[in-house]
C-alpha cells in the first residue's frame, strides 16, 4: 500500500460525518421536544425547525415519529446505564458504587430533559420502550444483581436486596431531575452549581454506604 493509499484510508468519510451531526442535531432536537411537548404534542417538522435541518432529512434518518421517539429513548437508558455496566465481581464495591452515584446525580442535574422523557414514557406504561427492556435492560440488570450477590456473599458489603439497591440509587438520583423546579425554589436557587452536584452526589453515597457497611 503506497503513502497516498495509506493517508486517503485515514480521512474521514464527509458524508459519514455530515450523518452523525445530523442524527446528533436531530436526536438533540427530539430530546428537548419530546420532553416539553410530549408525545402527542412533538411533530416532525417542529423537530426540524429545532435541529436546523429540513424535514426531509428528518425522515431520511429516523422513518417516523416512532422510530425517532423509540431511538431518543434508547439512546437515553444506554447512556444511564454507563458507570455500571463493566462492574465485576472482583471490583471494589465502594470505588464501583462511587462512581455510578456519581454519574447518575450528575446526568440528573445536567440532563434533566432525560430523566423526565424516561419517566413520562413509564408513567405511560412503557409503549415504546417495554420491548427494549425486556431484551437489553433486563438482562443488564440481572447481571448487576448478580454481581452484588456475590459481593455479599463475599463479606464485602452487609446484606441488602441488591434489586431495590438499584431502585434506590435511581429513584434519589433522578429526584433531582424530576423535580428540579421544586428542589430549586426549596433552596432560592435558579440552577444546580457544581458545589450543589458535590454535595448530592456526597450525600446519597454516605446514605448507600451506611446501608452496605462501608466506609466513606
Not at 484510508?9 to 410530549?38: S, V, W, Y
Amino acid at each position: 500500500m503506497t503513502n497516498f493509499q495509506q493517508s486517503s484510508k485515514l480521512k474521514p468519510n464527509k458524508k459519514e460525518i455530515a450523518r452523525l451531526k445530523n442524527q446528533a442535531l436531530i436526536l438533540k432536537a427530539a430530546e428537548t421536544i419530546f420532553a416539553n411537548q410530549g408525545y402527542e404534542g412533538a411533530s416532525m417538522n417542529s423537530i426540524a425547525v429545532a435541529a436546523g435541518v429540513p424535514k426531509a432529512n428528518v425522515l431520511y434518518y429516523f422513518k417516523s415519529k416512532d422510530n425517532l421517539y423509540e431511538t431518543v429513548l434508547e439512546t437515553i437508558l444506554a447512556e444511564w446505564n454507563l458507570g455500571l455496566t463493566d462492574i465485576s465481581r472482583d471490583d471494589d464495591p465502594a470505588q464501583a458504587l462511587t462512581s455510578y452515584i456519581a454519574r447518575k446525580v450528575r446526568l440528573a442535574c445536567e440532563q434533566p430533559m432525560k430523566s423526565r422523557l424516561i419517566a413520562n414514557e413509564m408513567l405511560r406504561g412503557a409503549p415504546f420502550l417495554s420491548s427494549h427492556i425486556r431484551e437489553f435492560t433486563r438482562p443488564w440488570f440481572r447481571g448487576k444483581v448478580a454481581v452484588i450477590e456475590h459481593w455479599i456473599e463475599s463479606g464485602k458489603i452487609q446484606p441488602i436486596n441488591p434489586e431495590h439497591l438499584i431502585f434506590m440509587i435511581w429513584a434519589s438520583s433522578q429526584y433531582y431531575a424530576d423535580y428540579q423546579t421544586e428542589i430549586l425554589i426549596l433552596q432560592n436557587k435558579l440552577e444546580y452549581e457544581e458545589q450543589d452536584i458535590i454535595e448530592i452526589t456526597q450525600s446519597l453515597k454516605q446514605l448507600v454506604f451506611a446501608a452496605l457497611g462501608l466506609s466513606a
